[in-house]
């Protein structure tokens, strides 16, 4: 059995994506699998010397690029929202809602929607 498995079938799509939309997705997934997005967070470490164009440093940014604000707070009042179907919402509570994240994001409110 698979994690996917264990997921409900919505009766709808969410508003934000079409049928047409969504069958684009799963087809690119269905030929190339999810290695390649893998790989792109695993690698988000290293440095970027390959970027020839600005856009791309942009497009490809990563934890050295964002080094200069490292432990800088979001100033601004923000919302973290998890749906009541968002299976990485329980294991990453006790992180979300700890201390480390409430001295970065002081103004920061949790909503589980369901």
Known sequence: ????????????????????????????????????????????????CNAVHLSEILNDWNWELLAAWQGTKVKVHAKFIAGDKD??????????????VKQLVPNLEVVKSF
């Not at 934000?16 to 695993?42: C, H, M």
């Not at 690698?43 to 970027?48: E, G, N, S, T």
């Open 1 to 48: 059995m698979e994690l996917i498995d264990y997921l409900a079938t919505p009766s709808l799509l969410p508003l934000w994506i079409t049928e047409e939309e969504l069958q684009v997705y799963a087809d690119k997934f269905q030929e190339s699998g999810f290695t390649g997005p893998l790989n792109y967070y695993r690698a988000m470490d290293l440095c970027l």
């Open 87 to 100: 299976i990485g919402f329980e294991s990453t509570r006790e992180y979300v809602t700890g201390d480390i």
